[in-house]
């Protein structure tokens, strides 16, 4: 790169002209953004998928009067199927266009289009079948993040670690992501959450096939957009779909798909900590009011058990996160279908 070239510009000229890019974005309630998304997009995207979810605003309508790129394609929703079923809408349209990768970034202005180089790279090198955003890299720019935003966000974020197995990314609901589309038919499309646990499903589902996944730093720009979530209504369901793909996770990963020692650290875990703390509470509820106190073999008896079963099920826990998937699945992979521009 000389003096004179912008980093944006570098990053642009790095992208490949081949194979197939495509772009997705779900669209609602964005028509005071979505030209400038669309006109800042690098040339090396080959598609554009504008979703116009059932957008109330006429998002897809405002793009297909206004818009001259020939790249864009407008697709409709008759109904609205939130935020992540526009992007598997879009998904499946790139993907059945022959499209070799595709990025999601947002039409609300938050997301830069010059990064798309940086997602897809990675991908293209088969270093990674899924590349996702960070907003955390760099600490100065966390000033700019609203505060509850950035504690909603350090608080998920390990609760999709545990749901997902993906220990090593972080501001895991980043909506800035790029995928090798081989993967779409993979995935079990019709069972991921269509709307705000969209990002932490599709991190579950990822982490079934065993997909290699990266961040990404980057920086959001929070301009007049509004957000739909209602936190007050989407804590319970979030809490309580992250069970869900916790126990699921653990059951295929170390009992359905294999057996190992975390598998017998985990049962072994369970079943003392389990015994100890029963024991313990039955002899509490025995002696309570009585003016008696267990003995110190007693104390011993159940104190035991919970103490060796904390450490097997950290041995567990250390198992889990040093087998984070390393080895990109993209390799084994046909190339699709050569792209229709």
């Not at 079948?129 to 100065?140: C, I, P, T, V, W």
Request: hydrophobic share 45%; with cysteine; charged share 20%.
């Amino acid at each position: 790169m000389t003096i004179s070239e912008s980093p944006a510009a570098a990053i642009s000229q790095a992208m490949p002209a081949n194979p197939c890019i495509a772009v997705v974005i779900p669209s609602f309630r964005v028509t005071r953004h979505i030209l400038g998304v669309i006109a800042a997009i690098p040339a090396g995207v080959h598609r554009i998928y504008v979703v116009d979810d059932a957008c109330p605003d006429g998002s897809g309508a405002l793009v297909r009067e206004r818009c001259a790129d020939p790249r864009v394609t407008v697709v409709t929703n008759e109904r609205n199927l939130g935020v992540g079923g526009a992007t598997l809408r879009g998904f499946a349209a790139a993907h059945a266009d022959g499209a070799r990768v595709v990025v999601k970034i947002d039409g609300d202005g938050q997301m830069e289009p010059a990064l798309i180089p940086r997602f897809v790279q990675p991908i293209l090198q088969q270093r990674a079948d899924y590349a996702k955003g960070n907003r955390f890299f760099d600490l100065e720019s966390l000033r700019e993040m609203p505060k509850l935003r950035l504690l909603g966000n350090a608080v998920l974020s390990f609760m999709i670690k545990l749901s997902t197995g993906y220990w090593n990314i972080f501001d895991p609901t980043n909506g800035f992501v790029a995928m090798d589309a081989r993967l779409f038919p993979l995935l079990p499309v019709s069972k991921i959450k269509p709307r705000f646990f969209f990002e932490s499903d599709l991190l579950f589902r990822l982490g079934t096939i065993r997909a290699v996944v990266i961040d990404i730093p980057m920086q959001s720009r929070y301009r007049d957009e509004t957000s739909n979530l209602k936190i007050g209504s989407s804590i319970l369901p979030f809490l309580a779909g992250h069970l869900r793909n916790t126990w699921k996770r653990i059951l295929y990963t170390y009992f359905l798909r294999d057996f190992s020692v975390a598998s017998v650290n985990l049962l072994a875990g369970l079943a003392l900590m389990g015994g100890g703390g029963a024991l313990g509470a039955y002899k509490w509820w025995q002696l309570a009011g009585t003016g008696h106190f267990a003995s110190s073999g007693t104390v011993m008896l159940a104190a035991l058990p919970i103490i060796l079963g904390f450490q097997l099920l950290l041995s567990a826990l250390n198992f889990d996160i040093q087998n984070v998937p390393r080895d990109s699945i993209g390799k084994y992979l046909d190339d699709p279908a050569p792209a229709r521009h």
